[in-house]
């Protein structure tokens, strides 16, 4: 009778904290694909952090796994659970879910996870805007992954995608809002975040699919009544398909969502000392950007964010061949 009592009690729980990981997750989802909204990124995010939460929590209920914060007695053999002021039990948070060694998720999966708990962390207090279209990509394979995950670890019943459906938008995306995207008017912390984050991934993490879900969206002339009403279609998986798109459209409408890699002038000049230019400083560099004008937008060799002026790989390259082309001076 006890163990029937302790199965039921651990069923409810179980089932109390997936309704409250769904609800969050469906509303960070209806809340983000509501227009009028200006806070729709940052409200997501924050949500979608609560719906992985419980559901972590959910998962560890289910596995007989202590879910509570604790610490060993002084003689290692009683646990001493956290309590917060009003003497309730202390819970893990998401970043110790995903990093303990009962986390059932991929990489791919922990890396945006802990992406977004970074993001969420540095938005907290600052104001930013268009941030959804930035980095809506990571955005879009954290509700996927939650889809895929809870499907996984309870059932199909429990997914979500039956309630769910792609969002319409009444705006085209030329290429000048394209080179935009990842920069416009978000504060240089959260870019200084971003740039960090993504500089310690791996090409094969950066490109997995659950840590940012990219689609390429080309607009199509149909041939047949049947596919005139499809919005989006789907093409194999075929190596010399992505090769020819990638070729073809790469620089043209596929919408990267990627920092690209940033340097202050010092960086540069070591660079150029660890190739043996050692005379090469500050000063030659004023001179070389001048000549060049290198800080016209248009170039694309720099960007000016909060007043302080990053370099982009593109410049590095120009400065490269400059010391090269002028050796006797430099070395």
């Given at each position: 009778m006890?163990?029937?009592?302790?199965?039921?009690?651990?069923?409810?729980?179980?089932?109390?904290?997936?309704?409250?990981?769904?609800?969050?997750?469906?509303?960070?989802?209806?809340?983000?694909?509501?227009?009028?909204?200006?806070?729709?990124?940052?409200t997501?995010?924050?949500?979608?952090?609560?719906?992985?939460?419980?559901?972590?929590?959910?998962?560890?209920?289910?596995?007989?796994?202590?879910?509570?914060?604790?610490?060993?007695?002084?003689?290692?053999?009683?646990?001493?659970?956290?309590r917060?002021?009003?003497?309730?039990y202390v819970?893990?948070?998401?970043d110790?879910?995903?990093?303990c060694?009962?986390?059932?998720?991929?990489?791919?999966?922990?890396?945006?996870?802990?992406f977004?708990?970074?993001?969420r962390?540095?938005?907290?207090?600052?104001?930013?805007?268009?941030?959804?279209?930035?980095?809506?990509?990571?955005f879009?394979?954290?509700?996927?992954?939650y889809?895929?995950?809870?499907?996984?670890?309870?059932?199909?019943?429990?997914?979500?995608?039956?309630?769910?459906?792609?969002?319409?938008?009444?705006?085209?995306?030329?290429?000048?809002?394209?080179?935009?995207?990842?920069?416009?008017?978000?504060?240089?912390?959260?870019?200084?975040?971003?740039?960090?984050?993504?500089?310690?991934?791996?090409?094969?993490?950066?490109?997995?699919?659950?840590?940012?879900?990219?689609?390429?969206?080309?607009?199509?002339?149909?041939?047949?009544?049947?596919?005139?009403?499809?919005?989006?279609?789907?093409?194999?998986?075929?190596?010399?398909?992505?090769?020819?798109?990638?070729?073809?459209?790469?620089e043209?409408?596929?919408?990267?969502?990627?920092?690209?890699?940033?340097?202050f002038?010092?960086?540069?000049?070591?660079?150029?000392?660890?190739?043996?230019?050692?005379?090469?400083?500050?000063?030659?560099?004023?001179?070389?950007?001048?000549?060049?004008?290198?800080?016209?937008?248009?170039?694309?060799?720099?960007?000016?964010?909060?007043?302080?002026?990053?370099?982009?790989?593109?410049?590095?390259?120009?400065?490269?061949?400059?010391?090269?082309a002028?050796?006797?001076?430099?070395?």
């Amino acid at each position: 009778m006890i163990i029937r009592k302790r199965n039921r009690r651990c069923y409810s729980l179980k089932e109390e904290l997936l309704q409250k990981s769904r609800e969050s997750v469906l509303s960070a989802v209806q809340i983000f694909n509501t227009p009028s909204l200006k806070f729709r990124a940052e409200t997501y995010i924050v949500l979608m952090n609560i719906g992985w939460t419980y559901l972590l929590h959910a998962y560890f209920r289910q596995k007989n796994i202590e879910f509570r914060v604790y610490k060993l007695s002084k003689n290692g053999k009683r646990r001493v659970f956290a309590r917060t002021h009003n003497k309730d039990y202390v819970y893990l948070g998401l970043d110790d879910c995903i990093s303990c060694k009962d986390s059932p998720l991929d990489k791919g999966t922990i890396n945006n996870l802990k992406f977004m708990i970074g993001l969420r962390n540095e938005i907290e207090h600052q104001m930013t805007t268009r941030i959804e279209e930035a980095y809506s990509a990571r955005f879009q394979a954290s509700c996927l992954n939650y889809n895929f995950y809870i499907k996984k670890l309870f059932g199909e019943e429990y997914g979500i995608d039956k309630y769910l459906s792609f969002a319409i938008q009444f705006t085209n995306i030329d290429a000048q809002q394209a080179m935009t995207l990842n920069t416009y008017q978000l504060p240089s912390s959260v870019h200084m975040y971003i740039n960090d984050f993504d500089s310690k991934l791996s090409e094969e993490e950066f490109n997995d699919p659950h840590f940012s879900y990219r689609l390429l969206f080309v607009q199509k002339i149909v041939n047949s009544r049947d596919q005139a009403d499809k919005i989006i279609e789907f093409v194999k998986d075929d190596p010399e398909i992505i090769d020819a798109i990638n070729k073809g459209y790469r620089e043209k409408i596929y919408i990267k969502d990627r920092e690209k890699p940033k340097y202050f002038v010092k960086d540069i000049i070591e660079k150029m000392h660890d190739l043996g230019y050692v005379k090469f400083n500050t000063y030659h560099h004023t001179q070389l950007w001048k000549k060049m004008d290198a800080k016209n937008p248009a170039k694309g060799y720099c960007i000016c964010i909060h007043k302080l002026w990053y370099w982009y790989d593109s410049w590095i390259v120009v400065v490269t061949e400059h010391c090269e082309a002028n050796k006797v001076l430099y070395q």
